[in-house]
Nanobody, 121 residues
Framework: QVQLVESGGGLVQPGGSLRLSCAAS????????MRWYRQAPGKQRELVAS???????YYADSVKGRFTISRDNAKSTVHLQMNSLKPEDTAVYYC???????????????WGQGTQVTVSS
């Protein structure tokens, strides 16, 4: 029905950059909120960045000034540009969408499968 597919993870040195992408597909009517979460080993999943349908953004304090979230509504995609990466950014990054499917009356949560980001020298 609805799938979220992430791409762009990998291994990068401290100070480097990566760009994550997430494409939503299926019977989608409207995507409201799009977010990136991350989960490091032994830690709880945390919200990294969020973008609303109108483009309003939110960033966790730990990534402000380094990460930028953006969306392409025509392509149902969300991106996370990550600059000045630090070892503590190492985690599995998950895409999240709050959306309404075609012919549906409810709005629901959808998650991607996750993509590994490792920051190490």
């Amino acid at each position: 029905q609805v799938q979220l597919v992430e791409s762009g993870g990998g291994l990068v040195q401290p100070g480097g950059s990566l760009r994550l992408s997430c494409a939503a597909s299926g019977s989608i009517f409207t995507i409201y909120t799009m977010r990136w979460y991350r989960q490091a080993p032994g830690k709880q999943r945390e919200l990294v960045a969020s973008i609303g349908a109108s483009g309003t953004t939110y960033y966790a304090d730990s990534v402000k000034g380094r990460f930028t979230i953006s969306r392409d509504n025509a392509k149902s995609t969300v991106h996370l540009q990550m600059n000045s990466l630090k070892p503590e950014d190492t985690a599995v990054y998950y895409c999240y969408c709050y959306l309404q499917q075609l012919r549906a009356t409810s709005v629901d949560d959808y998650w991607g499968q996750g993509t590994q980001v490792t920051v190490s020298s």
